[in-house]
């Protein structure tokens, strides 16, 4: 299983992009997914995750300006970040809970995209 994100770049503070990750391989079946963000030397933190019943759960930093959402039949996530901050630049990872058959479960990750706000 391979996870493909994509969506990054640069930007000026309030401005928005939006963040996709297509997961492909041997999929049976995907729980959670969700996006990540990782400053060099810290750990990394959640931004946003969404379950397969699409529930939600967002990091007090960026609720009410990013939005996750997903389409199982692209087994894909999206995140749309609005009203952009400097301080949300870094690098964002996604994750995908996937089934590769219905006993097993293992997360996967893709390979992180850039995302610079310029005040």
């Known amino acids: 299983v391979q996870l493909q994100a994509s969506g990054g770049g640069l930007v000026q503070a309030g401005g928005s992009l939006r963040l996709s990750c297509a997961a492909s391989?041997?999929?049976?079946?995907?729980?959670?997914m969700a996006w990540y963000r990782q400053d060099p030397g810290k750990q990394r933190e959640l931004v946003a995750s969404i379950a397969s019943d699409r529930s939600t759960n967002y990091a007090d930093s960026v609720k009410g300006r990013f939005t996750i959402s997903r389409d199982n039949t692209k087994n894909t996530v999206y995140l749309q970040m609005n009203s952009l901050k400097p301080e949300d630049t870094t690098i964002y990872y996604c994750a995908a809970d996937v089934r590769e058959e219905p006993t097993t479960l293992w997360r996967y990750w893709g390979q992180g995209t850039q995302v610079t706000v310029s005040s």
């Open positions: 391989g041997r999929i049976f079946s995907i729980d959670d």
